[in-house]
């Protein structure tokens, strides 16, 4: 659907736009809540050790709590919501072609978070694979979410392919660039088929075993 700023629409309530304004506010309710209940799965499971283990690479906490937790939950939250009503907190309504490249980006990185940092390494034997219980509502948002906006994908495809590699390329650099990491810093990778190290499970929160036992 070709957007019209939030603002707008709440301004110009007609029933055509009170309409699109519900199924907008649905649309961004379940994004958000989907993207915050993901990575508060992966906090549960130290996302990071999770990784730094598959390559070899311990991941100081507070590094990881930074880098694969607050950070892309805030970033992911805020281009989620650029994209789908075409307003940005703090900032204010922003451009269609803006709107339309963030949309992209939620999908390319929710289709390679899903790809290249849980299905793969959960079918490779790196199990359990914490968040992995979210995965199939993650790839059914990417379809949801092409299918809403393909206009303004088709109309802004420039914007919308920079986009889509720019949030794509978010998740599938991750292992890469922990493997490049690990040339400077490593341990010993973990085995796939194998059991989890003991050193990823140290001093999980409390729901945290229970979360990730529920996802294998």
Known sequence: MEQMSFIDLLNSPTES????????????IFNLALTLVHFVQELKGFQWRYLGAIVGLQIP???GFGMFFLGPLVVLSFVGFAGIVKYLPFYG????????A????????RLSDSIFIHIRPHRQGYRPNPALGTIPYYLAEAVLLTVLFFPGLRSHYTYA????????????????GLIFIRKIKHVE?????TPIPSWVTEGRYETSRESISSTS
């Not at 309504?93 to 709107?99: C, G, H, K």
């Not at 990778?189 to 088929?193: E, F, N, R, Y």
């Open 189 to 193: 990778p973990w085995q796939a088929k």
């Open 161 to 176: 392919a920079v986009g889509f590699i720019g949030g794509f390329a978010l998740f599938f650099s991750v292992l890469p």
């Open 102 to 109: 963030c949309v992209a980006a939620v999908i390319g990185s």
């Open 17 to 28: 736009n009170i309409l699109y304004i519900v199924v907008l506010s649905i649309v961004l």
């Open 93 to 100: 309504s922003v451009s269609s072609e803006v709107a339309i």
């Open 61 to 63: 906490d507070k590094l």
